[in-house]
Protein backbone atom coordinates (compact mmCIF):
# COMPACT_ATOMS: atom_id res chain seq x y z
CA UNK A 1 0.00 0.00 0.00
CA UNK A 2 2.67 2.24 0.68
CA UNK A 3 4.63 1.16 -2.61
CA UNK A 4 1.35 2.29 -4.34
CA UNK A 5 0.87 5.46 -2.65
CA UNK A 6 4.64 6.61 -2.94
CA UNK A 7 4.34 5.98 -6.52
CA UNK A 8 0.78 7.90 -7.26
CA UNK A 9 2.75 11.14 -5.37
CA UNK A 10 5.38 11.81 -7.72
CA UNK A 11 2.36 10.87 -10.66
CA UNK A 12 0.25 13.27 -9.15
CA UNK A 13 2.93 16.26 -8.63
CA UNK A 14 4.15 15.54 -12.40
CA UNK A 15 1.03 15.49 -13.99
CA UNK A 16 0.32 18.86 -12.07
CA UNK A 17 3.40 20.10 -13.77
CA UNK A 18 2.71 19.22 -16.67
CA UNK A 19 -0.89 20.68 -16.12
CA UNK A 20 0.51 23.74 -15.22
CA UNK A 21 2.95 24.10 -17.83
CA UNK A 22 -0.02 23.69 -20.37
CA UNK A 23 -1.44 25.86 -19.12
CA UNK A 24 1.28 28.49 -18.99
CA UNK A 25 1.84 27.76 -22.20
CA UNK A 26 -1.64 28.46 -23.63
CA UNK A 27 -1.40 31.50 -21.50
CA UNK A 28 1.77 32.76 -23.29
CA UNK A 29 0.07 31.81 -26.92
CA UNK A 30 -2.78 33.55 -26.36
CA UNK A 31 -1.21 36.81 -25.59
CA UNK A 32 0.98 36.59 -28.45
CA UNK A 33 -1.81 36.12 -30.81
CA UNK A 34 -3.30 39.34 -28.80
CA UNK A 35 -0.20 41.33 -29.14
CA UNK A 36 0.00 40.81 -32.97
CA UNK A 37 -3.36 41.42 -33.61
CA UNK A 38 -3.11 44.40 -31.49
CA UNK A 39 0.19 45.53 -34.34
CA UNK A 40 -1.85 44.70 -37.00
CA UNK A 41 -4.52 46.73 -36.15
CA UNK A 42 -2.25 49.32 -35.25
CA UNK A 43 -0.66 49.61 -38.25
CA UNK A 44 -4.08 49.13 -40.41
CA UNK A 45 -5.62 51.96 -38.25
CA UNK A 46 -2.43 53.92 -39.91
CA UNK A 47 -2.75 53.21 -43.43
CA UNK A 48 -6.62 53.94 -43.30
CA UNK A 49 -5.93 57.47 -41.75
CA UNK A 50 -3.47 58.24 -44.30
CA UNK A 51 -6.09 56.94 -47.12
CA UNK A 52 -8.75 59.32 -45.70
CA UNK A 53 -6.55 62.15 -45.23
CA UNK A 54 -4.40 61.80 -49.14
CA UNK A 55 -8.28 61.16 -50.45
CA UNK A 56 -9.80 64.26 -48.93
CA UNK A 57 -12.45 62.79 -46.55
CA UNK A 58 -10.15 64.31 -43.58
CA UNK A 59 -9.33 67.33 -43.34
CA UNK A 60 -5.26 68.12 -42.94
CA UNK A 61 -6.06 69.46 -39.69
CA UNK A 62 -5.23 68.67 -36.07
CA UNK A 63 -7.89 66.51 -34.61
CA UNK A 64 -8.14 63.50 -32.55
CA UNK A 65 -10.49 60.27 -33.85
CA UNK A 66 -11.89 57.22 -32.07
CA UNK A 67 -12.78 53.77 -34.24
CA UNK A 68 -14.75 50.82 -32.87
CA UNK A 69 -12.90 47.91 -33.40
CA UNK A 70 -13.93 44.10 -32.67
CA UNK A 71 -12.50 43.63 -29.75
CA UNK A 72 -10.81 47.10 -29.46
CA UNK A 73 -10.65 50.63 -29.85
CA UNK A 74 -8.37 52.57 -32.17
CA UNK A 75 -7.10 56.17 -30.85
CA UNK A 76 -6.02 58.25 -33.92
CA UNK A 77 -4.41 61.52 -34.23
CA UNK A 78 -3.54 63.92 -36.55
CA UNK A 79 -1.15 66.45 -36.54
CA UNK A 80 0.15 68.22 -39.43
CA UNK A 81 4.09 69.19 -39.75
CA UNK A 82 3.35 72.50 -40.04
CA UNK A 83 2.46 73.44 -36.88
CA UNK A 84 5.68 72.41 -35.52
CA UNK A 85 8.86 73.72 -34.93
CA UNK A 86 11.88 72.59 -36.73
CA UNK A 87 14.63 72.39 -34.58
CA UNK A 88 16.92 73.26 -38.13
CA UNK A 89 15.62 76.62 -38.85
CA UNK A 90 13.92 77.78 -35.80
CA UNK A 91 15.60 80.47 -33.57
CA UNK A 92 17.41 80.27 -30.25
CA UNK A 93 14.59 81.61 -28.22
CA UNK A 94 11.90 79.61 -30.30
CA UNK A 95 13.18 76.55 -29.25
CA UNK A 96 14.52 77.81 -26.01
CA UNK A 97 10.85 79.35 -25.25
CA UNK A 98 9.37 75.97 -26.12
CA UNK A 99 11.22 74.13 -24.06
CA UNK A 100 10.51 76.20 -21.15
CA UNK A 101 6.90 75.49 -22.56
CA UNK A 102 7.35 72.30 -21.66
CA UNK A 103 8.28 72.28 -18.04
CA UNK A 104 12.07 72.37 -18.58
CA UNK A 105 14.21 74.60 -16.42
CA UNK A 106 15.28 77.87 -18.90
CA UNK A 107 18.77 77.57 -17.61
CA UNK A 108 19.00 74.13 -18.99
CA UNK A 109 16.61 75.40 -22.25
CA UNK A 110 18.69 78.03 -23.29
CA UNK A 111 21.96 75.68 -23.30
CA UNK A 112 20.02 72.97 -25.14
CA UNK A 113 18.87 75.50 -27.72
CA UNK A 114 22.31 77.22 -28.12
CA UNK A 115 23.67 73.97 -28.85
CA UNK A 116 21.01 73.32 -31.42
CA UNK A 117 21.67 76.25 -33.29
CA UNK A 118 25.38 76.07 -32.81
CA UNK A 119 26.10 72.43 -34.16
CA UNK A 120 23.70 73.73 -37.55
CA UNK A 121 25.29 76.24 -38.27
CA UNK A 122 27.94 76.59 -41.10
CA UNK A 123 31.43 77.45 -38.98
CA UNK A 124 31.91 80.13 -41.79
CA UNK A 125 28.66 81.91 -40.75
CA UNK A 126 29.54 82.01 -37.18
CA UNK A 127 32.37 84.03 -35.35
CA UNK A 128 35.75 82.88 -34.33
CA UNK A 129 33.96 83.28 -30.50
CA UNK A 130 31.02 80.90 -32.08
CA UNK A 131 33.94 78.52 -34.05
CA UNK A 132 35.70 77.74 -30.93
CA UNK A 133 32.42 76.64 -28.81
CA UNK A 134 31.65 74.63 -31.52
CA UNK A 135 34.79 72.65 -31.84
CA UNK A 136 34.34 72.31 -27.89
CA UNK A 137 30.78 70.71 -28.90
CA UNK A 138 32.23 68.53 -31.17
CA UNK A 139 34.69 66.70 -28.91
CA UNK A 140 32.24 66.39 -26.31
CA UNK A 141 29.63 65.02 -28.52
CA UNK A 142 29.25 61.19 -29.86
CA UNK A 143 27.04 62.58 -33.07
CA UNK A 144 28.29 60.81 -36.32
CA UNK A 145 26.94 63.83 -38.39
CA UNK A 146 29.20 66.75 -39.11
CA UNK A 147 29.02 70.09 -37.75
CA UNK A 148 27.46 72.84 -39.54
CA UNK A 149 24.85 70.60 -40.87
CA UNK A 150 21.55 69.85 -40.28
CA UNK A 151 20.42 67.14 -38.33
CA UNK A 152 18.59 64.28 -40.41
CA UNK A 153 16.24 62.93 -37.17
CA UNK A 154 15.20 64.31 -33.79
CA UNK A 155 17.42 61.44 -32.45
CA UNK A 156 20.67 62.87 -33.65
CA UNK A 157 19.46 65.83 -30.69
CA UNK A 158 20.79 63.35 -28.42
CA UNK A 159 24.46 63.43 -28.83
CA UNK A 160 24.21 67.26 -28.23
CA UNK A 161 25.08 67.96 -25.00
CA UNK A 162 22.38 68.70 -22.12
CA UNK A 163 19.83 66.93 -24.17
CA UNK A 164 18.45 64.11 -22.60
CA UNK A 165 16.11 61.25 -23.47
CA UNK A 166 13.43 62.54 -21.08
CA UNK A 167 14.26 65.86 -22.17
CA UNK A 168 13.19 64.54 -26.12
CA UNK A 169 10.12 62.71 -24.83
CA UNK A 170 8.69 65.99 -23.84
CA UNK A 171 10.12 68.04 -27.09
CA UNK A 172 9.53 65.10 -30.13
CA UNK A 173 5.40 65.78 -30.52
CA UNK A 174 6.12 70.02 -30.97
CA UNK A 175 9.22 69.54 -33.37
CA UNK A 176 9.30 68.53 -37.20
CA UNK A 177 11.99 68.19 -39.25
CA UNK A 178 9.38 68.01 -42.22
CA UNK A 179 8.69 71.39 -41.28
CA UNK A 180 10.69 74.22 -44.22
CA UNK A 181 8.30 76.74 -42.70
CA UNK A 182 7.53 78.89 -39.77
CA UNK A 183 4.22 77.70 -38.25
CA UNK A 184 1.78 80.52 -39.37
CA UNK A 185 -0.77 81.87 -36.61
CA UNK A 186 -2.98 78.62 -36.79
CA UNK A 187 -0.55 76.19 -35.58
CA UNK A 188 -2.93 74.10 -33.38
CA UNK A 189 -0.18 73.23 -31.19
CA UNK A 190 -0.71 75.35 -28.15
CA UNK A 191 2.91 75.09 -26.76
CA UNK A 192 4.03 75.92 -29.98
CA UNK A 193 2.76 79.03 -30.27
CA UNK A 194 2.98 80.05 -26.84
CA UNK A 195 7.19 79.45 -27.51
CA UNK A 196 6.70 82.12 -31.15
CA UNK A 197 4.94 84.82 -30.08
CA UNK A 198 7.26 84.82 -26.91
CA UNK A 199 9.74 84.86 -29.47
CA UNK A 200 8.49 87.36 -31.74
CA UNK A 201 8.48 89.76 -28.76
CA UNK A 202 11.71 89.79 -28.60
CA UNK A 203 13.59 89.58 -32.32
CA UNK A 204 10.67 90.97 -34.02
CA UNK A 205 9.68 88.19 -36.76
CA UNK A 206 6.03 87.98 -37.54
CA UNK A 207 4.38 85.08 -37.89
CA UNK A 208 2.23 84.20 -41.36
CA UNK A 209 -0.82 84.59 -41.58
CA UNK A 210 -3.01 81.64 -40.85
CA UNK A 211 -3.29 79.05 -43.92
CA UNK A 212 -7.24 78.21 -45.41
CA UNK A 213 -7.55 74.35 -45.88
CA UNK A 214 -7.47 75.05 -49.84
CA UNK A 215 -4.02 76.62 -49.08
CA UNK A 216 -3.23 73.80 -47.37
CA UNK A 217 -4.04 70.96 -49.38
CA UNK A 218 -2.63 72.67 -52.69
CA UNK A 219 0.71 72.48 -51.06
CA UNK A 220 3.15 69.99 -52.63
CA UNK A 221 4.66 69.07 -49.48
CA UNK A 222 1.88 68.32 -46.66
CA UNK A 223 3.53 66.59 -43.72
CA UNK A 224 1.21 64.59 -41.28
CA UNK A 225 2.06 62.49 -38.58
CA UNK A 226 -0.75 59.69 -37.87
CA UNK A 227 -0.68 58.65 -33.94
CA UNK A 228 -2.42 55.67 -33.51
CA UNK A 229 -3.38 53.92 -30.03
CA UNK A 230 -5.29 50.36 -29.53
CA UNK A 231 -6.89 50.06 -26.45
CA UNK A 232 -8.78 46.48 -25.63
CA UNK A 233 -12.34 46.51 -25.23
CA UNK A 234 -11.96 43.54 -22.12
CA UNK A 235 -9.03 45.59 -19.70
CA UNK A 236 -9.49 49.28 -21.05
CA UNK A 237 -5.60 48.69 -21.65
CA UNK A 238 -2.98 50.39 -24.35
CA UNK A 239 -2.46 47.23 -26.85
CA UNK A 240 -0.40 48.92 -29.52
CA UNK A 241 0.78 52.16 -30.50
CA UNK A 242 2.10 53.57 -33.76
CA UNK A 243 3.37 56.87 -34.78
CA UNK A 244 3.94 57.47 -38.99
CA UNK A 245 4.87 61.14 -40.89
CA UNK A 246 3.82 61.40 -44.14
CA UNK A 247 3.84 63.57 -47.26
CA UNK A 248 1.17 63.87 -49.23
CA UNK A 249 0.60 65.20 -52.79
CA UNK A 250 -3.19 64.95 -52.85
CA UNK A 251 -2.59 66.13 -56.90
CA UNK A 252 -0.62 63.02 -58.05
CA UNK A 253 -1.94 60.76 -55.69
CA UNK A 254 1.62 60.09 -54.35
CA UNK A 255 2.23 59.21 -50.36
CA UNK A 256 5.86 59.44 -48.91
CA UNK A 257 6.28 57.87 -45.94
CA UNK A 258 8.99 59.63 -43.62
CA UNK A 259 8.64 57.87 -40.88
CA UNK A 260 7.02 55.16 -38.87
CA UNK A 261 8.33 53.64 -35.82
CA UNK A 262 6.12 51.41 -32.44
CA UNK A 263 5.37 54.12 -29.50
CA UNK A 264 6.39 52.31 -26.31
CA UNK A 265 2.76 51.35 -24.27
CA UNK A 266 3.91 53.40 -21.21
CA UNK A 267 3.84 56.49 -23.27
CA UNK A 268 1.23 55.71 -25.60
CA UNK A 269 -1.98 57.27 -23.81
CA UNK A 270 0.22 60.67 -23.55
CA UNK A 271 1.41 61.03 -26.78
CA UNK A 272 -1.45 59.84 -28.85
CA UNK A 273 -4.36 61.25 -26.38
CA UNK A 274 -2.42 64.17 -25.44
CA UNK A 275 -0.28 65.06 -28.04
CA UNK A 276 2.52 64.81 -25.69
Avoid at 139 to 167: I, N
Amino acid sequence: MLIVLWGIVPLTIISSRIVATGQSELRLSTALVAAEQADAEADGAVQDAIFRLAAGQWPIKAALYRWALPDAQAVIRIEPEKDKINPNTASVLALQYLMEATGIRSATAAIVARNIVLWRTPPALMTTEEQADLARLATSSTMEAVAGHYFTSLDGLLSLPGMTPALLDRLRAHLSLYQPDIPDTGASDPLVMHALLRATKVDGIRLPSASSPADIRSSDHIAVTVAVMIVRKADGREAAARVATVQLNPDKGIVTVLDWRRVPLSRAAERVVKGR
